[in-house]
């Protein structure tokens, strides 16, 4: 990949898998598609208006629906600090845009910029959320027509979050208590974690950790989750250009159960979720959106699961059972 590697999944060309997306040093967006099953494929550069997306250095990209068009948009980080923009046509064409703006102003977090947008104010917008060289996470306010303003930098147990350099913020319900957790990829390789009370005030809680030991990938360290055939792992590039894989959640030798075996309603669902499992015993439920990120996940044997604070869009709806697992395309 060179220097540096910045992964992001999405399902940008409709075919109900995530491909794989990684900014790199010189500025280009590398493509790898999923053929289905997780296995990935070196593919052209990620294009807009015809040319290879080039922002200079470090990018740093990461896709949503600000728009509310229902398909995702690119934003793209950059050496330094703005972002930009390249609006989907709804087929997975991207056109330049411009720089993301506050009222009429470039964004600007003066360099190394790395953008994540969740809801963690539960107002059903995706605000904004921006690492820096400088290791603080710049936090800007949609005012739910994708207007964003300034807001206060983001803060863990009273003080501004700070990971040292080259903050890396991304948000995941991991722990599977319906709110979204904070992990901050920086300079030093390691990955802070940040629990939210469930009300979007941050505690620190020390650095990830695999096998009983702080996870460590090097210089430069850029995480993301996403759920590729039932395991939830954790990808993280780092400075030399490489992807590393945690393994979290595994789901091995499973069948795939079929629609008459796991059926959802209503769906659209807008507050309760049921699921009919046919008498099959659940254990695991999991919502992924279409950007690969889990936004909630069950540990427990329920058929209702409450899907209020999710906002519009498509979701992919997993449930694991003793006997295998069910895909299934939730709309909310």
Do not use: C, W
Not at 3 to 18: H, M, N, Q, T
Not at 212 to 218: L, R, S, T
Not at 282 to 304: A, E, F, L, R
């Amino acid at each position: 990949m060179g220097y540096s590697a910045s992964p992001v999944f999405a399902d940008i060309d409709g075919d109900s898998d995530l491909d794989l997306f990684v900014g790199e040093y010189y500025g280009f967006i590398k493509v790898f598609t999923n053929d289905g099953s997780g296995s990935f494929t070196a593919a052209a550069n990620l294009q807009a208006d015809g040319s290879n997306i080039n922002v200079g250095y470090n990018p740093s990209p990461v896709f949503a629906d600000i728009d509310g068009d229902s398909d995702l948009d690119l934003y793209i980080g950059e050496n330094y600090g703005s972002i930009k923009v390249f609006t989907n046509d709804g087929s997975g064409n991207f056109t330049t845009a411009g720089n993301l703006q506050s009222y009429g102003s470039d964004i600007d977090v003066e360099s190394n910029s790395s953008p994540e947008f969740a809801d963690i104010d539960g107002d059903s917008d995706l605000d904004l959320y921006v690492g820096n060289e400088y290791g603080i996470i710049s936090v800007f306010t949609n005012d739910g027509s994708g207007n964003f303003s300034v807001a206060d930098t983001l803060q863990a147990n009273g003080s501004d979050i700070n990971v040292g350099s080259n903050s890396s913020p991304v948000f995941a319900d991991i722990d599977g208590d319906n709110d979204l957790d904070l992990y901050v990829g920086g300079g030093s390789g390691y990955i802070e974690l940040y629990t939210n009370n469930g009300s979007g005030i941050f505690s620190s809680v020390g650095n990830l950790q695999a096998d009983g030991a702080d996870i460590n990938v090097g210089y430069g360290s850029s995480p993301v989750f996403a759920n590729i055939d039932g395991n939830l792992n954790l990808f993280i590039g780092n400075g030399n250009g490489n992807i590393l894989v945690y393994q979290g959640l595994e789901v091995v030798n499973l069948k795939e159960i079929s629609e008459t075996d796991i059926s959802i309603y209503p769906n659209p669902a807008t507050s309760q979720l049921t699921i009919n499992s046919n008498q099959l015993s659940i254990t695991n439920i999991t919502i992924i959106d279409i950007t690969g990120k889990t936004v909630k996940s069950i540990n427990k044997n329920t058929n209702t699961v409450d899907v209020s604070n999710l906002q519009n869009g498509l979701y992919i709806l997993q449930v694991q059972t003793q006997e295998g697992i069910s895909n299934s395309t939730l709309r909310s």
